[in-house]
């Protein structure tokens, strides 16, 4: 399995930009399906970025057209490019990496928007 880092997050303004990292440690990391989940208070664990390992991605209603998935495999890399946050965007984000068999998480990353 693959120890996954996140890294990028903070407070930032309604109608701002930000953009998190996910590094992982371990090998195969071109082998991986990644994602981004996040985990707003009182609310359900959401997933609502991928991207295979053929480069796909796939995004929830919530963000699409606002937040960008992409891997540099040459990195070990998975990044989230955010814009246009909202307030509802506020949550802690976390990494995941999976296979048919193994799933790996990161230790999660808290993002706060707010004026």
């Known amino acids: 399995q693959v120890q996954l880092v996140e890294s990028g997050g903070g407070l930032v303004q309604p109608g701002g930009s930000l953009r998190l990292s996910c590094a992982a440690s371990?090998?195969?990391?071109?082998?991986?399906?990644m994602a981004w989940y996040r985990h707003a208070p009182g609310k359900q664990p959401e997933l609502f970025a991928g991207?295979?390992?053929?480069?796909?991605?796939n995004y929830a209603d919530t963000v699409r057209g606002r937040f960008t998935i992409s891997r540099d495999n040459a990195k070990n890399t998975v990044y989230l490019q955010r814009a246009t946050l909202k307030h509802k965007d506020t949550a802690v984000y976390y990494c995941?990496?999976?296979?048919?068999?193994?799933?790996?998480w990161g230790q999660g990353t808290q993002v706060t928007v707010s004026s």
């Open positions: 995941n990496a999976r296979t048919t068999i193994s799933n790996s």
């Open positions: 991207i295979t390992i053929g480069g796909s991605t």
């Open positions: 371990g090998r195969f990391f071109s082998m991986y399906t």
